[in-house]
C-alpha cells in the first residue's frame, strides 16, 4: 500500500472542511450530509484496518441517520460479530476523524504500529445505506476509503441497518446464520414466518390485516420486497413508502414521541391494528385509534413484555428449564417493570441506554430479552439454550414437547439476534398475537402505563452532569441528586431521572407519576434543577 498516495487522494477528494471536533457517539457519527464526506472516507480507512485486525473478518459500515431528519446522515461500523463497534476502537474513530488533513497520514502509520496489524493481511468491508438522497455520494466516499488502504469492498446498496448486521454475522460464521445476501435475509425470515403462521390466517380476534407506515425510509421498500416473496400469509398495506420526506412527520420515532398517529395513513375502521417502523427500520411502535377517537401506543415495553412471557410459556411447554431475563433501560415505564417483575416473575436487570449495553447485558442469560423503550430491541440465544431445544425437537418422546420444541426453533430462526430488527420483531409480534388470538386492545390490557414525561434542557456543559446505577443517580454536580429526591418524594408513584444525551446537546429528564399532570409538574420541577 503506498500511503502517500492514500492521503494525497484524501486531501484533494475528502477535505476535512469542518474544524469542531465530532464524536463517535452511540449512534456513531451524525452530522449534516453536507460535512460528512471526510468522515466517511475516513471510516473506509478505519473499517478496513479493524478487519485486518481481526484476521480479516469482515467489518459492516452503515450509511444512515436512523430516525434524523432528511437533510442529516451518519456513519456507524459493525464489529465481526455484528456488535457495535468496540468502546476502544470508537475512541479510535473519534481520534481519526478529528485529525487535520496534514496530520492524517502519520496519524494512520501511529495506528497501525500501535495496534499491531499486519498491513499485508486480507480485509473485508460490507457497506450498506439507507434511501436519502445523500446517501450514494457517502457510500463512495467510504468505499474510496477501503480501496485506498487496498481492503475488499462489497456494496450492497440500499438496507435497512439490521440486514447489515444479518450480513456481517452470516459472512462471519460461513453462512451458520444464514446466506450473507439479500435474498438469503428473506428466505430465512419468510420461511419460519410461514411456517409458524399455518392457514387459518384470522384467529379469535387477531385478524390479518396490517397498516404499515414505512417512515419513507428503506423499512417501507424491504417491506415490499417481503411481500413480493410472501404467499399472501400477512395482508399488510404499506404507507409513507417513499414519496414524501424520510421521518417527516411520520416513523417510530416520531409516533412515540408525538403519542400520535403519522400523517400519511388513512384513518382506518377503529382498532386497526397499526406498525411504524424507523427510518432504517431497527426500532417498530405499534399503535391503534378506539372507537372513541382516542390513540394508543404500543412500545418497546410492551412488545418486551409479550415477547418475554410467551416465550417463558414455550420453554415449559418444551419441558426444559432454561434462565430467560429481560433488559431494559431508565426509560422503561414502571408499570412495565411491575408486570415482569410481578406477574411474569421474570428477572429484570436495568442498564444505561444505548444498543450496546442491553446487547451485552442480554448475553448473560440463556434467552435474554432486551428492548429500549423507543422500540430497538431483540432476543438472544446462548448455544446451550438453542442446543436444548433442538435436543428436544428431535429426540423427546414426550410428543407435545417435540412438537413445541420444533415450533420453537421456528422462533428462533424467525428473530434477528445480531441487533434490533423492525421486521423481524414485527413478523414476530404478529405470530405471537395471532397465537393469542388478541387484538391489540387485549395487548393492552395487560398493563396501565404510567404516565410520564420527557424534557429537554440546554445547559452550558451537558457532561458537568454524569450519573451511576445505570443512569439512574445522578453522581454529579455534588448535591443534584438529593435535591431530585425531594423533588420525587412530593409525588405518588414519582421516578425521575437526568442524563446527558448521547446524540445531542441537551440533557434529558425523564418523570412518572401517577396521573399526567403530576408527571408533568414532576419533570418540569427537576427541570428547573437541572438548569
Ligand atoms: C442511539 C442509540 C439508542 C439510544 C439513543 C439515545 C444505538 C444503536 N442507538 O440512537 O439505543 O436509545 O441513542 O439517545 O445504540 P440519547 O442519548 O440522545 O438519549
Ligand atoms: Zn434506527
Redesign the pocket.
Same mark, same amino acid.
Not at 25 to 28: E, Q
Not at 353 to 356: F, H, L, N, P, S
Given at each position: 500500500v503506498n500511503l502517500r498516495t492514500v492521503y494525497a487522494f484524501a486531501r484533494e477528494m475528502y477535505p476535512k472542511r469542518v474544524n469542531k471536533d465530532i464524536q463517535y457517539?452511540?449512534?456513531?457519527f451524525r452530522g449534516k450530509a453536507e460535512d460528512l464526506d471526510y468522515v466517511m472516507y475516513r471510516m473506509g480507512l478505519l473499517a478496513t484496518l479493524r478487519s485486518r485486525q481481526t484476521n480479516g473478518q469482515v467489518i459492516g459500515v452503515m450509511i444512515t441517520a436512523?430516525?434524523n431528519p432528511e437533510p442529516d446522515n451518519g456513519v456507524?461500523l459493525i464489529d465481526p460479530k455484528g456488535e457495535?463497534l468496540e468502546p476502544r476502537w470508537e475512541k479510535l474513530a473519534t481520534d481519526l476523524v478529528n485529525v487535520s488533513d496534514s496530520e492524517l497520514e502519520a496519524h494512520v502509520t501511529k495506528l497501525i504500529a500501535d495496534e499491531n496489524i499486519s498491513i499485508t493481511q486480507s480485509s473485508h468491508v460490507f457497506v450498506g445505506m439507507d434511501n436519502r438522497y445523500h446517501s450514494p455520494r457517502l457510500l463512495k466516499a467510504v468505499a474510496d476509503g477501503v480501496i485506498a488502504l487496498k481492503g475488499c469492498v462489497k456494496e450492497f446498496g440500499i438496507l435497512t441497518t439490521p440486514m447489515l448486521h444479518y450480513l456481517v454475522v452470516c459472512a462471519n460464521t460461513r453462512c451458520a446464520y444464514g446466506m450473507p445476501t439479500e435474498e438469503g435475509y428473506y428466505k430465512k425470515l419468510i420461511t419460519a414466518f410461514e411456517d409458524l403462521r399455518g392457514d387459518t390466517l384470522d384467529n379469535g380476534n387477531y385478524k390479518n390485516l396490517l397498516l404499515f407506515d414505512g417512515a419513507n425510509g428503506v423499512g417501507a421498500r424491504k417491506m415490499l420486497q417481503f411481500l413480493k416473496r410472501m404467499k399472501n400469509s400477512l395482508n399488510v398495506n404499506v404507507f409513507n413508502s417513499g414519496q414524501g420526506k424520510i421521518n417527516h412527520e411520520c416513523g417510530a420515532d416520531y409516533v412515540k414521541v408525538q403519542q400520535c398517529a403519522p400523517s400519511g395513513m388513512p384513518i382506518a375502521e377503529p382498532n386497526t391494528r397499526c406498525v411504524s417502523v424507523d427510518g432504517d427500520a431497527?426500532r417498530v411502535m405499534y399503535f391503534f385509534t378506539d372507537e372513541n377517537g382516542v390513540f394508543h401506543l404500543l412500545d418497546g415495553d410492551r412488545i418486551a413484555t409479550l415477547i418475554a412471557g410467551y416465550l417463558m410459556d414455550m420453554v415449559k411447554e418444551c419441558g426444559i428449564e432454561l434462565n430467560l431475563g429481560l433488559v431494559q433501560?431508565a426509560?422503561a415505564n414502571g408499570a412495565s417493570t411491575n408486570y415482569i417483575v410481578n406477574e411474569l416473575q421474570i428477572p429484570v436487570s436495568c442498564v444505561p441506554? &444505548?444498543?450496546?449495553h442491553?446487547h451485552h447485558k442480554a448475553l448473560d442469560y440463556d434467552i435474554g430479552v432486551y428492548f429500549?423503550a423507543?422500540g430497538?430491541g431483540t432476543i438472544v440465544f446462548s448455544e446451550k439454550a438453542k442446543q436444548e431445544i433442538k435436543d428436544v425437537a428431535e429426540n423427546s418422546e414426550n410428543n407435545q414437547h417435540k412438537a413445541s420444541a420444533s415450533r420453537f426453533l421456528k422462533i428462533i430462526d424467525l428473530i434477528n439476534e445480531t441487533?434490533g430488527d423492525a421486521i423481524s420483531d414485527m413478523l414476530l409480534v404478529e405470530t405471537i398475537l395471532q397465537a393469542k388470538g388478541w387484538d391489540l386492545k387485549q395487548w393492552l390490557a395487560t398493563y396501565t402505563d404510567l404516565p410520564n414525561l420527557q424534557l429537554k434542557v440546554k445547559v452550558q456543559d451537558r457532561n458537568v452532569i454524569t450519573t451511576t446505577d445505570a443512569e439512574r443517580v445522578c453522581v454529579t454536580p455534588n448535591g443534584l441528586q438529593d435535591e431530585i429526591n425531594k423533588v420525587v418524594a412530593n409525588y405518588k408513584k414519582g421516578r425521575s431521572f437526568v442524563?446527558?444525551? &448521547?446524540?445531542?446537546d441537551?440533557v434529558?429528564v425523564y418523570a412518572e407519576a401517577a396521573t399526567k399532570d403530576e408527571a408533568d409538574r414532576l419533570a418540569y420541577e427537576v427541570g428547573v434543577l437541572v438548569h
Open positions: 457517539g452511540t449512534a456513531g436512523s430516525h456507524k457495535m431497527d433501560t426509560y441506554t &444505548g444498543v450496546k442491553l429500549e423507543n430497538h441487533v442524563r446527558p444525551s &448521547g446524540t445531542e441537551v434529558r
